[in-house]
């Protein structure tokens, strides 16, 4: 049995970790929001789930608090047998679309975005965590992770599934926007392991595949019958590709297929990926 300390155990990924991590056998402490215990008793291997996500343009105070403030505390105070810390790989955003990005990959942020808080407060959390001088500590930048969200969630694919039940989804970004996707079961399986074995100080968790709109919208229609609408000149967002050979070389990981994870057997033709719009 290894003990396991789950902070912002309340949270999407963080609730699931807890659940599995106990179901698994091992011991699990799952602090809530301000419980002076994390800096009063071992940790154990420490996961740092705390974060704000969709709505983090009106809360900048809020993420900063959630991304580093607390971080810093819990390195500075707390003991721990290692501190892994979820970043993303949104921190990838301002590099070319058509590149392949890795762990070791200069980055570009712009403190004038206000859609950069977020990318640059999880840098600085990635930053703490490298350069703390504290015992094993990682940072694994998570994909877009599918199969996790609450049904009330704003986040990409709970909205269109929640629009496909009127019979009609609006795409407000072209339907060759894409970004990479990652199964919440992939995360799961992993965390433990780059807690426990890790062998570097940094890791992309993500499919390593770009799902496009088109894709996305494709099978969603194919499920459920609905109509696809694009809004008039809605802009093309595209996200670099995701480099996952460390952790498919380190812990042999064989990603899920995100779109049939999610939508199950649908008999689809690559050749059909485009949906019907009005």
Not at 48 to 61: C, E, N, Q, S, V
Not at 180 to 208: C, F
Not at 221 to 244: H, L, S, W, Y
Request: proline share 5%.
């Amino acid at each position: 049995m290894t003990m396991f300390t789950v902070l912002g155990a309340s949270g999407t990924i963080g609730r699931r970790l807890v659940s599995r991590l106990a179901t698994a056998g091992h011991e699990v402490y799952a602090p809530t929001r301000g419980d002076p215990g994390i800096h009063a008793r071992p940790l154990g291997h420490a996961i740092y789930a705390i974060g704000i996500t969709a709505d983090f343009r009106t809360r900048p105070l809020e993420t900063v608090e959630a991304h580093v403030c607390v971080l810093r505390e819990l390195i500075a105070r707390a003991e721990f047998e290692s501190l892994t810390y979820l970043s993303s790989t949104r921190v990838y955003g301002g590099l070319p679309a058509d590149s392949r990005v890795d762990e070791d990959s200069a980055l570009l942020v712009n403190p004038n975005a206000a859609s950069d808080l977020y990318d640059l407060s999880k840098l600085m959390g990635e930053s703490l965590c490298l350069h703390a001088g504290r015992g094993t500590i990682r940072a694994v930048r998570l994909s877009n992770v599918i199969g996790a969200d609450d049904p009330d969630s704003q986040n990409f694919l709970p909205s269109l599934i929640r629009e496909a039940r009127t019979g009609t989804v609006t795409l407000r970004t072209a339907p060759d926007s894409a970004k990479d996707y990652v199964h919440i079961e992939d995360v799961l399986t992993l965390l433990p392991e780059i807690a426990t074995q890790g062998r570097h100080r940094l890791y992309n968790l993500a499919s390593g595949r770009k799902i496009s709109h088109r894709e996305w919208t494709y099978w969603l229609a194919a499920k459920t019958g609905c109509r696809i609408e694009v809004m008039p000149n809605a802009p093309r967002v595209e996200f670099p590709a995701i480099d996952i050979g460390r952790i498919r070389q380190e812990f042999r990981f064989a990603p899920r297929d995100v779109l049939k994870s999610v939508f199950g057997g649908i008999n689809t033709d690559s050749r059909l990926t485009t949906p019907k719009t009005q």
